[in-house]
C-alpha cells in the first residue's frame, strides 16, 4: 500500500511537471480542491468528453445532448431535495482526518452515560436482588445521580444548541466533554459546519431584491427540467435519452485524492426516459454497456468492477457503481441509477407543470421511469492517467516514464522531428507538420538529442514520433517510432496519415465498444 500511494505522490507530480494538472491558484497558495487543466490536460479530458458524447449521441439515435445553464430556479433545488438533503453539522478530526456529524458525537456520548448509569443499576439489582428499589437507587445512589445530573446537563445544552443551530454551541459541547475520534483517539477537532453541500450565491443586485441561487450540485436536473422542451420539439418516442457535459460544484468538507474529489468538477450526465414497468431491463442494458464503454479503452478490464448498491435512496429501485482501481484501490467513478419517476414527478409538484408522456402505442399518458447513467470527467482523467502512467527500465540500465494512454485519448497524436537543425531537416519536417496538422495534433520538436525528444514524447503518451533524416531529403521515408514497443520503422511520408490515423481516430475507438 505504502508503494502504491508512492507511485500516486509521483502520478501527481508527473501531472504537474508534464502539463497535465496544476493545483489552482497556485501562485497564492493554492485553493483547496480546485484544480486547473494544462495545456496537456485539456486535450486529454477533451477527448475523453467526446469520446463518451460521441459514444452516447452518434452510437445511439435515440439519445441527444443540451449544454443547459449552471444556474436554475432555486426550486428546483428544492424539488430535487438537495437543499434539505444535507443540512447536518460536521467536524473533522485533524489527526485522523476523518469526518464526523457533531450531532451524532455527542448522541453517542450520551448513549455512554447511559450505559454506565445501566451498568450501575445492573450492578446493584444484583447485589439487592428482591427488594431492589429501582427508582429509589437512581435518587439516592452518589454515583448514578451524579452521572444523571451530567447527562441532563449535557442533554440540555445539546437540544438548546442544536434548536438555535449553534454551531459552536455544539464544539464546545464535544471540547468540554473531552470527547474523543474513536479512530485517532485525539480531540484535535476543527470547528463545526453547517454542511449543505450546495454553494449560493445571490443572483441580481439588492436594490431590486436579489435572489439565492445555487451552482449545481449535479447536472441532471437541467436535464429533468428540459425534458418536456427536448421531447416535444425533437419530437422523441420513448425510449429516448437526453445527455449533457458540464460543471458541477459540491461543497466538499473532506477534499483528498487530487481530482478524485473536488469542489469544482465536471460530469458527464444521461437521463434516460422509458416506460414504467420497463425500467429493469433499461438498468441492465445501461449497466452492460457502461462497463462496455470503459473496457472498450483497454486500461485493463480486471480494473473495473461492479458494486450494486444494497442501501437505496428513497426513490432509487436499483443503483450500482462502476469502481475503477486506482492506486488507492477500488474507487466509483460512474454510477447508474435507477431513479423511478421521482424528479420528473417533484418537478411537476413543484412547477405545477404538467410533465408527462403520451405514448401513442399504449393510447396513455404516464411519467417517465429514468435510468440514469453519471460519470466524472476528472475521475474518468485519474482513472486513465494512473492506469497509464509506467516507470520502465530499459536494457542498459537506462529508464523512461511512459504513459500508454489510448491513443485516441492522447494529447498529442505525433511528433515530428528533424534529426539535425540543418540541411534542410527542419524544412522538411515543417512540410509533413503542416499537412498532418490538419487532422491530427502535431507537435514539432527539434531541440535536445533524439533520446531525449522521445522521452518528453513519452511522457506525454504520445503515440508516434517522425524522424526527418538526410535519406528522407532522397527517398521520402521517414522513421515512425511507436511510443510503447519503442520500435522504428521506415516509412513512406505518403503512408503516414493513413497509419496514424487507423491507430489514433476516435471512430476506431468508437467500434471497439
Ligand atoms: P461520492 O460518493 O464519491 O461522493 P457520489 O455518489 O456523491 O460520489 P454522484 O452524485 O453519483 O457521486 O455523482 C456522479 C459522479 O460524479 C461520480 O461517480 C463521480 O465520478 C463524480 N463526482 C461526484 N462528486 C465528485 C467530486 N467531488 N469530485 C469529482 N468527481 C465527483
Redo the contacts with the bound molecule.
Keep these: 500500500m505504502a508503494q502504491q500511494e508512492d507511485v500516486f505522490k509521483k502520478i501527481v507530480a508527473h501531472a504537474k511537471e508534464y502539463g497535465f494538472v496544476f493545483p489552482s491558484s497556485e501562485i497564492y497558495d493554492g485553493l483547496s480542491a480546485v484544480y486547473d487543466y494544462g495545456q496537456n490536460g485539456v486535450e486529454l479530458k477533451n477527448n475523453i468528453k467526446r469520446y463518451w458524447w460521441e459514444a452516447m449521441t452518434l452510437l445511439h439515435e435515440n439519445i441527444v445532448g443540451i449544454d443547459s445553464a449552471i444556474f436554475m430556479h432555486p426550486t428546483i433545488w428544492k424539488a430535487s431535495g438537495h437543499v434539505d438533503a444535507f443540512n447536518d453539522p460536521l467536524i473533522d478530526n485533524r489527526d485522523s482526518k476523518k469526518r464526523y456529524r457533531a450531532d451524532v458525537l455527542i448522541e453517542d456520548h450520551i448513549a455512554k452515560i447511559d450505559e454506565k448509569i445501566d451498568k450501575e443499576v445492573a450492578k446493584a439489582r444484583k447485589r439487592f436482588g428482591d427488594s431492589f428499589d429501582e427508582a429509589m437507587f437512581r435518587q439516592t445512589n452518589a454515583r448514578v445521580v451524579e452521572l444523571l445530573a451530567h447527562r441532563e446537563a449535557v442533554h440540555t445544552r445539546f437540544s438548546e444548541a442544536m434548536n438555535a443551530n449553534d454551531l459552536d454551541g455544539l464544539r464546545q459541547i464535544i471540547i468540554d466533554e473531552e470527547i474523543v475520534d474513536p479512530i485517532s483517539g485525539t480531540k484535535n477537532w476543527t470547528e463545526v459546519r453547517q454542511f449543505n453541500l450546495m454553494f449560493k450565491t445571490e443572483m441580481g443586485s439588492t436594490a431590486d431584491g436579489s435572489m439565492t441561487v445555487y451552482l449545481r450540485p ?1 447536472t441532471a436536473q437541467g436535464i429533468f427540467v428540459n425534458y418536456l422542451n427536448v421531447q416535444k420539439t425533437g419530437r422523441m418516442r420513448i425510449p429516448f435519452g437526453i445527455a449533457q457535459i458540464g460543471k ?1 460544484f ?1 461543497n ?1 468538507i473532506v ?1 483528498r485524492q487530487f ?5 469544482e ?1 465536471e ?1 458527464m450526465e444521461m437521463q434516460f426516459f422509458v416506460r414504467p414497468g420497463s425500467e429493469m431491463e433499461w438498468f441492465k442494458y445501461w449497466k452492460e454497456w457502461r462497463l462496455r464503454w470503459h473496457k472498450a479503452l483497454g486500461l485493463g478490464d480486471e480494473k473495473y468492477r461492479y458494486h450494486d448498491h444494497e442501501k437505496l435512496a428513497h426513490y432509487a429501485n436499483a443503483a450500482t ?1 462502476i469502481e475503477f482501481q486506482m492506486p488507492f484501490g477500488f474507487k ?4 447508474i441509477h435507477s431513479r423511478t419517476d421521482f424528479d420528473l414527478s417533484q418537478h411537476e409538484k413543484f412547477s405545477g407543470k404538467k410533465i408527462q408522456y403520451f405514448d401513442p402505442e399504449l393510447n396513455q399518458s404516464y411519467t417517465p421511469y429514468v435510468i440514469e447513467t ?3 470527467v ?2 474518468m482523467f485519474l482513472s486513465v492517467l494512473c492506469s497509464s502512467y509506467e516507470e520502465q527500465a530499459l536494457e542498459g540500465g537506462d529508464s523512461r516514464v511512459v504513459l500508454h494512454l489510448p491513443a485516441a485519448l492522447a494529447p498529442v497524436k505525433c511528433a515530428v522531428m528533424p534529426l539535425v537543425r540543418k540541411d534542410g531537416l527542419p524544412e522538411k519536417a515543417r512540410e509533413i507538420v503542416d499537412e498532418l496538422k490538419f487532422d491530427f495534433t502535431t507537435h514539432y520538436e527539434e531541440k535536445d538529442s533524439i533520446g531525449k525528444r522521445y522521452r518528453r514524447q513519452d511522457a506525454i503518451g504520445t503515440p508516434f514520433c517522425i524522424t526527418v533524416d538526410h535519406q528522407t531529403l532522397e527517398d521520402n521515408t521517414v522513421t515512425l517510432r511507436h511510443r510503447d514497443s519503442m520500435e522504428q520503422q521506415r516509412i513512406s511520408i505518403a503512408d503516414l496519415h493513413s497509419l496514424i490515423h487507423s491507430q489514433v481516430s476516435l471512430n476506431a475507438l468508437l467500434r471497439k465498444i
Design positions: 449535479e458541477a459540491r466538499e477534499a481530482i478524485f474529489r473536488m469542489r468538477f460530469q457503481d466509483e467513478v460512474e454510477g453519471s460519470i466524472g476528472d475521475r
